[in-house]
T-cell receptor, first 114, second 112 residues
Framework: DAGVTQSPTHLIKTRGQHVTLRCSPISGHKSVSWYQQVLGQGPQFIFQYYEKEERGRGNFPDRFSARQFPNYSSELNVNALLLGDSALYLC?????????????FGNGTRLTVT | DQQVKQNSPSLSVQEGRISILNCDYTNSMFDYFLWYKKYPAEGPTFLISISSIKDKNEDGRFTVFLNKSAKHLSLHIVPSQPGDSAVYFCAAGGNRDDKIIFGKGTRLHILP
């Protein structure tokens, strides 16, 4: 079975631009979560979607948005990019929402904002 | 406010010996605690979890211990192998709260 796939793997953008990151969950998984990981820190929760509805949102500005499609894939959008948005963006899928359903992570998208 | 804390940024252990990674938390409402392992250029991989109603869970070489009164958990790896060299993240979450909160990680080096 294919794991969680994310695209693109690397991305370089300029301040003020917009970016869209994509994620395909493991087949059968209905929940998708997005995390941001900066160097030296653990992953920080951005969003969780379950059955195409937003279930949770972390402490990120409104420039960050996401959605989940009928096939359970997901997009993370970031507007008006700042230098501080440079990070590894991780997508994770799980069978259901809730901490007792372990997250399965993709390899991430490395975003560099210049 | 860091709800999940891993106070040791790195740890070196001889191959074959026991590796003990520690984690402290502040939120007594957490229902599940999880450990993830991360290699460079890969996403974190789920290792083992424990429910807040248990004090021990074992899976092969990996055992997680939970001390609720101390708000402390630990991951024991025995015997340690070269492939165990990675960054280990402690994480926690609630059944109703959908976000999982991660610690900063501990880099484990297994020495030959």
């Amino acid at each position: 079975d294919a794991g969680v796939t994310q695209s693109p793997t690397h991305l370089i953008k300029t301040r003020g631009q917009h970016v869209t990151l994509r994620c395909s969950p493991i087949s059968g998984h209905k929940s998708v979560s997005w995390y941001q990981q900066v160097l030296g820190q653990g992953p920080q929760f951005i969003f969780q979607y379950y059955e195409k509805e937003e279930r949770g949102r972390g402490n990120f500005p409104d420039r960050f948005s996401a959605r989940q499609f009928p096939n359970y894939s997901s997009e993370l959008n970031v507007n008006a990019l700042l230098l501080g948005d440079s990070a590894l963006y991780l997508c994770a899928s799980s069978l259901v929402a809730g901490a007792n359903s372990p997250l399965h992570f993709g390899n991430g998208t490395r975003l560099t904002v210049t | 406010d860091q709800q999940v804390k891993q106070n040791s940024p790195s740890l070196s252990v001889q191959e074959g010996r026991i590796s003990i990674l520690n984690c402290d938390y502040t939120n007594s409402m957490f229902d599940y605690f999880l450990w993830y392992k991360k290699y460079p250029a890969e996403g974190p991989t789920f290792l083992i979890s424990i429910s807040s109603i248990k004090d021990k869970n074992e899976d092969g070489r990996f055992t997680v211990f939970l001390n609720k009164s101390a708000k402390h958990l630990s991951l024991h790896i025995v015997p340690s192998q070269p492939g165990d060299s990675a960054v280990y993240f402690c994480a926690a979450g609630g059944n109703r709260d959908d976000k999982i909160i991660f610690g900063k990680g501990t880099r484990l080096h297994i020495l030959p």
